[in-house]
C-alpha cells in the first residue's frame, strides 16, 4: 500500500509543490526489536517512494530510536509525551545542517513523537522542517 500512499500524496500538485522545495525527507523510525517483528517502517517506506519521484529531494536514513518504549497508541495524552523524551538520536548531523528537512510519520495523533524528533533535527541543524502526515 506504501505506493499507493505515495500516489496519492504526489497527485496532489500543491502538496507536491510544497514538497519538492525542501532538501531532505526523513521518516519517524520505529526501534529495530520493533521493525525485525513487523518486517518494515510504513513510514520510511512511503517516504523513499516520494523521495523518488521527487528530483533533488533524498531519503536519509539518519534519525535513529534508540530505546524501545512503550507503543505510544497504548498510553494517554500525558504518558505520550513522556513515553518519547530522549528516544531519538541523530547520526551524521552534517548531513541536515542547514537543510530544509520533511520530517514524515504515517498517522500524526497528539504531535508528541513529531515534536520529539524535531526537536532533535533542529538541535542538530536543520535550517527548517516540516512535520507532513498521512492521517490525523
Known amino acids: 500500500m506504501y505506493k499507493t500512499f505515495a500516489r496519492i500524496i504526489l497527485n496532489n500538485e500543491k502538496i507536491y509543490e510544497i514538497l519538492k522545495s525542501y532538501d531532505i525527507i526523513i521518516s519517524v523510525p520505529i526501534h529495530k526489536k520493533r521493525k525485525n517483528v513487523r518486517g518494515y517502517n510504513q513510514s520510511e517506506l512511503i517516504a523513499k517512494e516520494i523521495a523518488r519521484h521527487i528530483q533533488g529531494l533524498e531519503y536519509k536514513n539518519i ?74
Do not use: H, M, P, W
Open 63 to 136: 534519525l535513529k530510536k534508540t530505546i524501545n518504549n512503550k507503543e505510544q497508541s497504548s498510553l494517554n495524552k500525558d504518558e505520550r509525551a513522556e513515553n518519547v523524551k530522549n528516544v531519538y538520536e541523530i547520526q551524521n548531523k552534517e548531513i541536515i545542517f542547514n537543510k530544509k528537512v520533511i520530517l514524515f510519520d504515517d498517522i500524526y495523533t497528539t504531535g508528541n513523537t513529531t515534536n520529539e524528533c524535531s526537536l532533535v533535527l533542529k538541535t542538530n541543524g536543520a535550517k527548517e522542517i516540516l512535520v507532513f502526515s498521512l492521517a490525523r
